[in-house]
């Protein structure tokens, strides 16, 4: 049951749900490392500064090179983790099942929520976290909807902007957001694919099996761009 597959210049990692992290030498197809082998991985992702970390349902770990094995980093506990991104200013941030979105800065990780005034991220499960062409990050739930914020304002106290079904979604379950290369948005969500309008001002099209004959619903995560 493979969750993630990352290539690492001819080096795939593999996360699978119940046999851990493998490693793979592309050039040979031959397995070269296996890791973490009880655990049900569920992301694998390296960060520019050459950190690999790796995602499971019993926390987040960290690669370390020298010792050729996944540490665990305590300060997310035994969370799911269902998604890790490194924003255009080198911000790492990771989703969790029931344990809302945390972020990494220079003093360590710490949860991205609702503020004194309700302000903020209302969902504990998240589905995916990506940055678009506009440098704007989004960050997608289960049962909330989508949120999006500009990376250079995640500073601090911020604001998050809300899409759900309120503005036109057909749920509140998004899995991925993914804007190609004319600017569109496209979600894929638990009842069809969205296109949304530029200006995000409302849905532009809907996608459903009935009406496109494709399926309606899509993996968490579910996005790919071919050019």
């Known amino acids: 049951n493979v969750q993630d597959l990352y290539n ?24 070269t490392g296996h890791y973490l ?14 950190i690999l970390w790796a995602g499971t349902t019993d926390g987040l770990y960290e690669y370390n090179w020298a010792k050729d094995s996944f540490e665990y980093r305590k ?36 949860r991205v929520g609702l503020d004194e005034r309700g302000r903020g991220l209302a969902s504990n499960y998240i589905t995916d976290v990506t940055e678009d062409h506009e440098h ?33 979604l057909t749920t509140n379950i998004v899995c991925s957001v ?19 309008n530029q200006d995000l001002s409302g849905v532009a099209d809907i996608y459903l099996e009935s009406s496109a004959g494709i399926g309606n619903q899509y993996v968490y995560g579910a996005s790919l761009s071919l050019g």
Request: aromatic fraction near 12%; hydrophobic fraction near 35%; charged fraction near 20%.
């Open 75 to 110: 300060e997310l506990g035994h969370s799911f983790i269902h998604a890790i991104f490194q924003d255009s200013r080198g911000k790492l941030w990771v989703g969790t099942y029931g344990k809302g979105l945390w972020v990494m800065d220079t003093g360590g990780f710490h």
């Open 8 to 31: 690492d210049s001819g080096t795939l990692w593999v996360a699978t749900f119940g046999h851990g992290i493998f490693r793979v030498n592309l050039d040979s197809r031959k397995q």
């Open 136 to 168: 704007r990050l989004w960050v997608c739930t289960e049962g909330n909807g989508v949120y999006y914020v500009p990376v250079r304002e995640t500073d601090g106290a911020f604001a998050f902007g809300n899409l759900s079904r309120k503005e036109g």
């Open 178 to 196: 993914l804007q190609d290369s004319q600017g569109t948005l496209w979600m894929s969500t638990s009842h069809g694919l969205i296109k949304m």
């Open 37 to 50: 082998e009880d655990q049900r991985g569920v992301v694998v992702y390296k960060t520019v500064d050459g």
